[in-house]
């Protein structure tokens, strides 16, 4: 099976940069996904790393090194409406998504 | 573009009794994934739905069912519930058969089970 971690919470001021660490164990895949979900909300899709090395859109930024099984997603100039749970996801090619259990951001003023 | 919807927002049943959520996929997408995500955790894959097929299964008992409808739109149906059914309940839509790595999901029914 797969398995994902990620750190359950973490905490960081406006304006600054944050990065949101996944390590997984898979016996093989296809990329990985990082999905925002706001309390209440639906999980939004982020961003996906098919290959290793960074991927940039916009504020946020994804990594993927697959022989450290290790990726990271990356928000800059944070904003209170970064506050959320994010998630990091493993596209297996088996018809669905396996997600870790999720990181919850809190950002201070 | 209309995005993904489900119905209802809130259920509350008894232990033992049977539910059907209903799913419409976002306009264009033919591929239907549910999820059931506890609280505190990451949605976990019930099973997913490919031009009214379905097309893969988690780890879920035979209890939780579905169906797909021509104009792709789904509905998962619980059996029997249990109080460890309590959850969101989250649907997603896709384009194309197969694991999707971007996937559309719907605001997610919350199913309480007393």
């Known amino acids: 099976g797969q398995s994902l971690e990620q750190p359950s919470e973490v905490t960081a001021v406006e304006g600054a940069i944050v990065q949101i660490n996944c390590t997984y164990q898979t016996s093989g895949f296809y990329g990985l996904s990082w999905y925002q979900q706001h309390d209440g909300g639906a999980p939004t899709f982020l961003s996906y790393?098919?290959?290793?090395g960074l991927e940039e859109t916009g504020r946020f930024s994804s990594f993927l090194s697959r022989s450290d099984s290790y990726g990271y997603l990356l928000l800059q100039e944070l904003q209170m409406k970064d506050s959320a749970s994010y998630f990091c996801a493993l596209d297996t090619g088996r018809r669905a998504l396996t997600f870790g259990s999720g990181t919850r951001l809190q950002v201070q003023p | 573009e209309t995005g993904v919807t489900q119905s209802p927002t809130h259920l509350i049943k008894t232990r033992g009794q049977q539910v059907t959520l209903r799913c419409s996929s976002q306009s264009g997408h033919n591929t239907v994934s549910w999820y059931q995500q506890a609280l505190g955790q990451g949605p976990q894959f019930i099973f997913q739905y490919y031009r009214e097929e379905e097309n893969g299964r988690g780890n879920f008992p035979p209890r939780f069912s579905g169906l797909q409808f021509p104009n792709y739109s789904s509905e998962l149906n619980v059996n029997a519930l249990e109080l460890d059914d309590s959850a969101l309940y989250l649907c997603?839509?896709?384009?194309?058969?197969?694991?999707?790595?971007?996937?559309?999901f719907g605001p997610g029914t919350r199913l309480t089970v007393t």
């Open positions: 997603a839509s896709s384009s194309g058969q197969g694991s999707s790595y971007e996937q559309y």
């Open positions: 790393n098919a290959l290793d």
